[in-house]
């Protein structure tokens, strides 16, 4: 299949080393990522508790690479904003609580979430969420690119879910999307190929990067 967009690599800060997060983020600066994938988890919508604003600000302060800042969050609306004003480049949040909850209205917070602010806007499914729930949204909405969860969110060093690569290149085939599709998670040197060949074009990974030499 052909690619779209280029290619890019990017290491989930999730699984760094936090007592030497400096010194990761550097080393990896100069072996040539492309950016920084950082998961925001609030406890609700995953079983777990990452960072908030503050510490992408800091990590802000160590790098000038493009800080891509996954929301795992009940209520996206109102921490956006936070996170955009401590640094994000790219923001992106679940579609799952708009489907769940009728009082989150996700085709308003899109048009908050805009260009306008310099920041690249994009939604995530888990391994259960439809492609097809784009279909609406890909027609009334100039998205950057769309995050798919290999697997189930929460926590790191999960295994692979490939059958959720399908969704990837429905996007691709079906529906035309030429935007930037990431894969996140279990995401290796072997899964990396099934990734790319369905339509994938930016690999988050975090456990295989940061626990290797």
Known sequence: ?????????????????????????????????????????????????????????????????????????EDPDFFMLKFIDAGADIINFH?????????????????????????????????????????????????DFILIMSVNPGFGGQSFMPDVLAKAERLRTYYGFKGDIQIDGGINQETSKYALKSGCNILVAGTYIFNSE
């Open 95 to 143: 579609v799952e609580p708009f489907i769940e909850n009728n009082k989150l209205n996700l085709k308003k917070l899109l048009k908050v979430y805009n260009k306008s602010q310099g920041v690249r806007k994009g939604l995530t499914i888990n391994p259960p969420t439809s492609a097809d729930y784009f279909k609406d949204i890909l027609r009334e909405t100039d998205l």
């Open 1 to 73: 299949m052909a690619y779209y967009p280029e290619i890019k690599i990017a290491p989930s800060v999730l699984a760094a080393d936090y007592s030497r997060l400096e010194d990761d983020l550097k080393d990896l600066e100069k072996r040539g990522i492309d950016f920084f994938h950082i998961d925001i988890m609030d406890g609700h919508f995953v079983p777990n508790i990452t960072i908030g604003p503050q510490v992408v600000k800091a990590v802000r302060g160590i790098t000038d690479l493009t800080l891509d800042v996954h929301l795992m969050i």
